[in-house]
C-alpha cells in the first residue's frame, strides 16, 4: 500500500461515514451528546482531501499529518481516540513508502494498542474498541490469505463486535451517566468502528 | 448567574488578557496564542522542559505556575475542558531544549488523550517526553485503584518539585522519577459547600441543601463520597486527616508538608481554623510540619469548600520544595 491506495482507502471510509451520519447522530443521542456523525463525517474527510494533495510519500509522515488533520476536524472523544490510533500507526510506518499487508497489521496493532493504553480502555467497555480488537486481530490470524479476504473476515469481526456491545454497561465518556439504563443500546463508536472495516473490505473487495 | 464578567465566550481569553497585562515581564503568548502561557524565566542550556495543560476556571492551577523554578509552558482549554492535542504539541516544542520535556498534569480523560497525542507527534520528530499524572484525590477511588485517581491540589507540589529538580539540571529521567515518587507521598481530600457555576453554562454544577457539605468532592463538582450534615472545622479537619492517615499512613518521626487549600470562595479565616486541627492532630501524632501551605492553589471558580493536602517528605524533597520558585502566583520565599 502507498500513498495512492492510502488516499482511496480514506476517500472509501469517508463516503461511508458521510452516508451513515444521521444513522450514527441517532445513535449517538440516545446515551451521548449526537456529534458522532458530525465529527466522523468532518474527520475522515478531512483526511481524505488531505491525502489527495498530499505530496509527501513517506507512510509514517502521512499518517501522523492525517492524524493531526483528523483531531483539528473531529476534537470529540473519538476523535481524538481515532487521532491517538493513527499516530501510534505512523511511528511504525516511518521511512517507508510501500507498506506489506503484514506491516500494515502491525502498524495496526500498534495504533490499537496506543490507543488503549492513552485511552485507559480495554475491550468489553462499550467503545470502538469491541469493534477494532476483534477485527485487527482477524487480520493478523489471516495473513496468508488475501488482503481482500482477510479484511472481509475482519469486517464481519467487527460487526459482531459491535453488535455484542448492546449487552455491556458503559465504562467511559458520557454514557456512564446513564448506567444501566445503557444496557440493550449499541454503541456509537463501535458501529464507526465497523463502518471502517467494512469500507476498507468493500473497497478492497472491488479494486481485487 | 451572579458573576462578574462580560460575555461568556470571552470569559478565558479576557482572563488570559490580563494574565499577560499584569505579568508580561514573567510570562508571555506562545506565537501570541492565548491559550499557550510561556515562562520568560533565564533557563540554563539544556534544561528538561516541564509542562502541564488542562480546563480554566482553576487558577492559579495551572498557568499561574508558569515561571522560575517551576513550569515553563502551559496550554489551557475552556472552563473545565481540555485544550487540543494541537496546542499541547506547540507548547510541548516550544518548551523543549533539547533534552526533552515532561508533561505532569492531573489524571482526566480529554487532557490524558490530548497530552497523549501531542507526545506521539512530537516523540515522531524525536523529542523525548515523559508523562507523570496527577492522582493525589483519596476519595475519588479506593486504595489498590490509585491510577484512577483524580489530580487535584497535589498537583501543585508536583510542579514544585519538577521545577526544582529540572532547574538544578537533572535528566528527564530524573525529573519524572523524582516528581512521581515524591507523587507516591501526596494525597488530598476535600470537601465542598457550594457549587460552582461555568460561565458558558450558567447553572450550578450540582445541588447542595444550606445545612450539608460534600464530602470528597472534585474539583469541577464531581460527586465525593457522601453528603453530610454540615460539620464543624475541627470534626472536618479530623475526617480528612484520618481519610488520608488511613490511605498513606503517618508515623511518629514523619515530617510533612500540610497544604490547606481553598476552593475559591472561602475565607482564610477558615482555612487557618481548618490548619490549626491539622497541625495539633500531626503533632499529637508526632509528625513534624516543614513549610505549610495555606491560600489559594487550585479552585474550582466560586466554590465554597477547602483541600488538604499531606505530603510525606524525605530529604531530596525538602531540599526541592526548599528550591527557589517565583511565578505570577507563586513564591516559596514566604513558606
Do not use: W
Not at chain 1, 495512492?4 to 463516503?15: C, G, Q
Not at chain 1, 481482500?148 to 463486535?161: I, P, R, V
Not at chain 2, 472561602?266 to 513549610?291: D, F, N, Q, W
Not at chain 2, 466554590?303 to 505570577?328: C, N, W
Request: aromatic residues 6%; hydrophobic residues 40%; contains cysteine.
Amino acid at each position: 500500500m502507498d500513498r495512492k491506495a492510502l488516499a482511496e482507502v480514506f476517500s472509501a471510509i469517508s463516503s461511508v461515514m458521510d452516508q451513515n451520519k444521521d444513522y450514527l447522530i441517532e445513535l449517538d443521542q440516545q446515551n451521548g451528546d449526537g456529534d458522532l456523525g458530525i465529527s466522523m463525517s468532518n474527520g475522515f474527510r478531512a483526511v481524505k482531501l488531505y491525502l489527495e494533495q498530499a505530496e509527501e510519500t513517506d507512510m509514517g509522515k502521512l499518517f501522523m499529518k492525517s492524524s493531526s488533520v483528523f483531531n483539528e476536524a473531529a476534537p470529540s472523544s473519538l476523535g481524538t481516540i481515532l487521532s491517538l490510533g493513527m499516530s501510534g500507526m505512523a511511528r511504525q510506518l516511518k521511512g517507508k513508502e510501500r507498506v506489506a499487508f503484514s506491516e500494515m497489521n502491525e502498524a495496526l496493532d500498534k495504533g490499537l494498542h496506543l490507543l488503549m493504553e492513552k485511552a485507559g480502555s480495554k475491550p468489553g467497555e462499550k467503545t470502538i474498541l469491541d469493534a477494532l480488537c476483534p477485527a485487527i486481530q482477524t487480520l493478523k490470524e489471516n495473513e496468508d490469505i488475501s488482503a481482500a479476504e482477510a479484511y472481509a473476515l475482519a469486517a464481519q469481526a467487527a460487526a459482531a463486535g459491535s453488535e455484542a456491545t448492546r449487552q455491556m454497561k458503559p465504562i467511559h465518556g458520557r454514557a456512564v451517566y446513564y448506567g444501566d439504563k445503557g444496557i440493550g443500546l449499541l454503541d456509537g463508536g463501535s458501529v464507526a468502528g465497523k463502518l471502517i472495516m467494512e469500507a476498507i473490505a468493500d473497497y478492497l473487495g472491488g479494486a481485487g | 448567574m451572579k458573576k462578574i464578567m462580560n460575555q461568556p465566550e470571552q470569559f478565558v481569553d479576557e482572563t488570559m488578557e490580563a494574565i499577560e497585562l499584569a505579568y508580561g515581564d514573567k510570562v508571555e503568548f506562545l506565537n501570541g496564542d492565548r491559550r499557550i502561557l510561556m515562562s520568560k524565566a533565564p533557563a540554563c542550556e539544556g534544561k528538561v522542559g516541564i509542562v502541564t495543560a488542562g480546563g480554566s476556571g482553576h487558577l492559579p492551577v495551572f498557568l499561574g505556575y508558569v515561571g522560575f523554578g517551576m513550569l515553563d509552558g502551559c496550554a489551557v482549554g475552556n472552563v473545565f475542558a481540555s485544550p487540543s492535542a494541537q496546542k499541547m504539541e506547540e507548547m510541548i516544542r516550544a518548551c523543549d531544549r533539547g533534552n526533552g520535556v515532561l508533561c505532569l498534569y492531573g489524571n482526566y480523560g480529554g487532557d490524558r488523550l490530548n497530552f497523549g497525542m501531542a507526545c506521539e507527534a512530537v516523540e515522531f520528530d524525536d523529542i523525548p517526553t515523559r508523562t507523570v499524572l496527577v492522582t493525589d484525590d483519596v476519595a475519588s477511588s479506593p486504595k489498590g485503584e490509585e491510577g484512577k485517581r483524580r489530580g487535584v491540589a497535589g498537583m501543585v507540589y508536583a510542579f514544585k518539585i519538577a521545577g526544582a529538580a529540572a532547574a538544578m539540571g537533572k535528566s528527564l529521567d530524573e525529573v519524572a522519577d523524582i516528581t512521581q515518587s515524591a507523587l507516591n507521598r501526596i494525597r488530598t481530600m476535600g470537601i465542598a459547600l457550594s457549587p460552582c457555576i461555568v460561565p458558558e453554562v450558567g447553572k450550578p454544577t450540582f445541588q447542595i441543601e444550606a445545612d450539608e457539605m460534600e464530602i470528597g468532592m472534585g474539583i469541577h463538582g464531581e460527586p465525593g463520597i457522601q453528603v453530610e450534615k454540615l460539620k464543624t472545622a475541627d470534626e472536618t479537619a479530623q475526617l480528612i486527616l484520618e481519610t488520608i492517615d488511613r490511605d498513606m499512613p503517618l508515623e511518629a518521626g514523619d515530617e510533612v508538608s500540610v497544604m490547606v487549600n481553598g476552593l475559591g470562595a472561602t475565607p482564610m479565616e477558615e482555612l487557618l481554623i481548618i490548619y490549626r486541627k491539622v497541625h495539633r492532630m500531626l503533632t499529637e501524632k508526632g509528625v513534624s510540619i516543614y513549610m505549610p501551605h495555606i491560600g489559594e492553589f487550585a479552585t474550582s471558580m466560586e466554590m465554597a469548600g477547602l483541600s488538604v493536602t499531606i505530603f510525606k517528605l524525605d530529604k531530596q524533597s525538602k531540599e526541592l520544595l526548599r528550591y527557589p520558585a517565583s511565578t505570577p502566583f507563586y513564591t516559596n520565599a514566604n513558606k
